[in-house]
């Protein structure tokens, strides 16, 4: 049970991700799926219930002992945290507004953003897009783990405290892999979620907010929902980078478990997922899938084979020129840069003698 894991390295690949292509595909023998690529207005209603019902629980536990403040935060908040880290994720893909709102979502996705005690939305937005372009990208998908993480843990121990500390990896990895400059909307969503948390400490006190803080920290943790950050694109049978989790905890997910049919459609709501699957059913049906996240969680911990490292990789030819970009300081890019000092030097050269 404590033995290391065999793998390690990451399974690296020299071919394009999977989903462009099948989406190609798709779209030629299935056109009415188009009819799908349009807003889910129901998504603004569920998160505003979901807000009210979080800012309920707030005012209840307020007088609670502590022993049930903690109890309830795992059963109850966890599980609202959670999903509305989900309903970020798709507010992120402007699911709520459409595209040509988008600014409306991102406002949206900060009020969103509020009962989970901590400001995620805009930075998600930005590094969840490079999940979905670059796939496996190495240096620019943040959803990959770092090499320390895959060294480190490499037994059912460790393994199990990885995942119990999700939450920090998800946090820390992008300014490891890819640091991005903060923008005018990130410190905006700071600023907003400082003040709810002084708000909520005002009204109803530290068990308000310790409430609202370990239900977003044991959601994101160990916890079945958390089984989809593994289930969606860790290598249990090799060859295969993203899979699908059809089971109950959909519903709360925001169909977050049809992770092929997101990847190949991602302009799609998760609402409307499951109908692309029974249209295109030939091209789902016979691929991988879950019906359980708790086991995939047992089966990540226990199975010798699986690790942080049980992750396809590829390098793009995109990454010099991305990296290039979105690590530059302040708003200026290498891009720039290079167009000025090459500009400079022509003119340089032409007022030689």
Not at 203 to 228: D, E, N, Q, R, T
């Amino acid at each position: 049970m404590g033995n290391t894991v065999a793998r390690e390295d990451f399974e690296w690949v020299y071919t394009d991700q999977p989903h462009a292509d099948r989406r190609k595909e798709i779209l030629a023998k299935h056109p009415e799926i188009k009819a799908l690529m349009k807003p889910d207005y129901n998504l603004i209603w569920v998160v505003v219930l979901m807000v009210l019902a979080q800012l309920t629980a707030f005012y209840l536990v307020k007088d609670l002992d502590w022993k049930w403040v903690v109890f309830w935060a795992y059963v109850f908040g966890s599980c609202i945290s959670h999903s509305m880290t989900l309903a970020i994720h798709e507010i992120s893909h402007n699911s709520a507004f459409g595209n040509s709102k988008a600014m409306w979502n991102r406002w949206f996705g900060i009020f969103a953003n509020l009962p989970l005690g901590l400001p995620y939305s805009i930075s998600f937005k930005r590094y969840h897009m490079d999940h979905h372009r670059y796939l496996g990208g190495d240096g620019i998908d943040v959803d990959i783990p770092t090499n320390f993480e895959g060294w480190f843990f490499c037994t059912p121990f460790r393994k199990f405290i990885w995942i119990v500390l999700q939450p920090f990896f998800y946090a820390i990895r992008p300014l490891c892999i890819n640091p991005k400059p903060i923008t005018r909307l990130e410190i905006i969503n700071l600023l907003a979620q400082l003040a709810f948390d002084v708000a909520i400490y005002y009204l109803w006190g530290v068990k308000s907010i310790f409430y609202m803080l370990a239900g977003s920290v044991l959601g994101l943790g160990l916890h079945p929902i958390s089984g989809h950050f593994i289930a969606e694109h860790y290598m249990f049978l090799k060859g295969h980078e993203t899979y699908s989790y059809y089971g109950p905890l959909n519903l709360l997910t925001f169909n977050v478990g049809y992770h092929n049919e997101h990847h190949d459609f991602p302009n799609i709501p998760g609402k409307s997922l499951p109908l692309v699957k029974k249209i295109a059913a030939e091209y789902y049906d016979n691929l991988p899938q879950y019906n359980s996240w708790i086991k995939v969680l047992y089966d990540f911990v226990m199975d010798d084979t699986i690790s942080p490292y049980s992750r396809m990789k590829r390098q793009l030819k995109e990454k010099t020129e991305h990296l290039c970009v979105s690590s530059s300081q302040g708003r200026k890019s290498c891009v720039r840069m290079w167009c000025t000092l090459k500009a400079l030097t022509s003119t340089l050269k032409a007022q030689q003698p």
